[in-house]
């Protein structure tokens, strides 16, 4: 029983597979466990395609180095996934207010301003108030 419990505790985990595909290739990408959340949908899934891809059974020396280069990619890749979604683990609740701060600040202030502006008008239009900022 506390083997099983054990395994949740290490966090994500990824791997790198193949997936075969039209014209003797084989197309690459993450494997995740447990899920993760979907960044456009937000609905959890296991696999991410990497858009990356390898040929079979290729015998050419140039063939072979392009195989093994998008596989170190690959690789690459995996890695830093993993230890994005682990990192994230390991926050605390002030540590995670921190990074939700930080990404804040890289995007774009106009766009930040006008989705602002809309939520200041929305709350005005239904307290009455304006909301008081506490710098």
Known sequence: ??????????????YTKTKEISG???????DFYP?????KSGK?????????YIYEKTKEPTGKQYNKEQLQLA???RRKRENHLNKLEAY????????KKAE??????VAYFKNYQINVKH????TGFLPIIIL
């Open 75 to 77: 690789e690459q890749i």
């Open 92 to 99: 605390t609740g002030y540590e995670l207010e921190q990074v």
């Open 24 to 30: 003797n290739r084989q197309s690459l990408y993450l």
């Open 123 to 126: 709350q005005t239009m239904i």
């Open 35 to 39: 899920a993760i959340q979907h960044v």
């Open 1 to 14: 029983m506390i083997n099983y419990f054990n395994k949740y505790l290490h966090g994500y985990k990824s």
């Open 104 to 109: 804040n600040g890289k995007q774009d202030f």
């Open 44 to 52: 959890p899934t296991r696999r991410e395609f990497l858009g990356l």
